[in-house]
């Protein structure tokens, strides 16, 4: 089993849509959490961290299960530019070494 | 800021002839990073330095790949020899591993085919 889990997709939502993608990690010790955004051809970059009582920022929220051990991404109000692929990030506690989800494609048509 | 660079942005060579890549990671950073991204195989990381020190190397696929970080600002990764299989994309991220401060920002990567 993978130790990081996401569904490739494509979601495929039109705009304004409500889409929310699930990550799923098998490390018990996996202490913090994260979600990279990748465009086409580009590196990935930094969205947003995942906080245990869960945040937001903006359109995008983002919340921890530890319990059933899954992360998830909420995006409201889908813009074409969200068109990426999302990567779900884990770190286990006194490790600075990350493991990578492979990631799930949105792609927000008008 | 700069933030992290990478040369060459792409690189076409044949099979069997060394390939080197290059990194300058962001200034005061003290950890790196070096990833291969296929469709395959997703984003892998080969090899991670704390302080110039080489801490994880497990990802390295083999004997073929070597990394190097002589300074804070400077690393490469050399393949040699190059195998069609290596063609992908390689990205550099740098990060200040302090405390439970984390964040690691790429390069824009090195697009490697090996014909």
């Known amino acids: 089993r993978k130790e990081v889990e996401q569904d490739p997709g494509p979601f495929n939502v039109p705009e304004g849509a409500t889409v929310a993608f699930n990550c799923t990690y098998s490390?018990?010790?996996?202490?913090?959490f994260f979600w990279y955004r990748q465009d086409c051809r580009k590196e990935p970059k930094l969205l947003m961290s995942?906080?245990?009582s869960g945040n937001e920022d903006g359109r995008f929220t983002a919340q921890l299960n530890r319990a059933s051990q899954y992360i998830s991404l909420l995006i409201r109000d889908s813009k074409l530019s969200d068109s990426a692929t999302y990567l779900c990030?884990?770190?286990?506690?006194?490790?600075?070494?990350?493991?990578f989800g492979r990631g799930t494609s949105l792609i927000v048509h008008p | 800021d700069a933030g992290v660079i990478q040369s060459p942005r792409h690189e076409v060579t044949e099979m069997g002839q060394e390939v080197t890549l290059r990194c300058k990671p962001i200034?005061?950073?003290?950890?790196l990073f070096w990833y291969r991204q296929t469709m395959m195989r997703g984003l892998e990381l080969l090899i991670y330095?704390?302080?110039?020190?080489?801490?994880?190397d497990s990802g390295m696929p083999e004997d073929r790949f070597s990394a190097k970080m002589p300074n804070a600002s400077f690393s490469t990764l050399k393949i040699q020899p190059s195998e069609p299989r290596d063609s992908a994309v390689y990205f550099c991220?740098?990060?200040?591993?302090?405390?439970?401060?984390?964040?690691?920002?790429f390069g824009p990567g090195t697009r490697l085919t090996v014909t």
């Open positions: 995942v906080y245990s």
């Open positions: 200034s005061g950073h003290n950890s």
């Open positions: 330095f704390n302080n110039n020190v080489p801490i994880d």
């Open positions: 991220a740098s990060s200040l591993a302090l405390g439970s401060s984390y964040e690691q920002y």
């Open positions: 990030v884990c770190r286990s506690g006194g490790s600075y070494i990350p493991t």
């Open positions: 490390n018990s010790a996996s202490q913090s």
